[in-house]
């Protein structure tokens, strides 16, 4: 195996059905486009819902409310509401969720450092495919 690749560890545990649909909808709600944003966003500290709106560019409101609701769920995030007009609705990470912080950083950090190897890559896979492509027409067009 090559320094970059390493094996994965032998401790790690033979999956089972419901240990892989548990593991699943966890990663499926911190891997979400706006879990994400909201999780590092909220790595500040406490934030209000309209300044996480205008703060998440693309977000729709029903989004972000959809978001923030899913997190509240899973006991990464908390709401706090004041009884004041109009009402004032903040939102932080728990305790919980500042765990997550080290390894969706670590993962920021690696998509940021590998990002150009990684365009390149789809350079050379979209020229591959499109000389594959052209190749392909070009063998039906003379059989016809």
Request: charged residues 25%; hydrophobic residues 35%; positive net charge.
């Amino acid at each position: 195996m090559s320094p970059r690749h390493t094996a994965v560890p032998p401790e790690v545990p033979a999956p089972t059905a419901d240990g892989c649909k548990a593991t699943r909808e966890i990663l499926d709600r911190i891997g979400d486009k706006w879990s994400l944003y909201l999780i590092i966003t909220l790595a500040n500290g406490v934030r209000r819902f309209n300044e996480l709106r205008r703060g998440i560019d693309g977000i729709s409101q029903r989004m972000l409310t959809l978001t923030l609701r899913g997190l509240e769920r899973d006991g990464l995030v908390t709401r706090t509401m004041y009884p004041t007009i109009p009402p004032r609705v903040d939102y932080e990470l728990t305790e919980l969720g500042r765990t997550l912080l080290e390894p969706v950083m670590a993962l920021v950090n690696w998509a940021d450092t590998n990002k150009d190897v990684i365009a390149k890559a789809q350079q050379r896979f979209d020229a591959t495919a499109e000389s594959c492509c052209d190749s392909n027409h070009a063998a039906v067009q003379q059989r016809r």
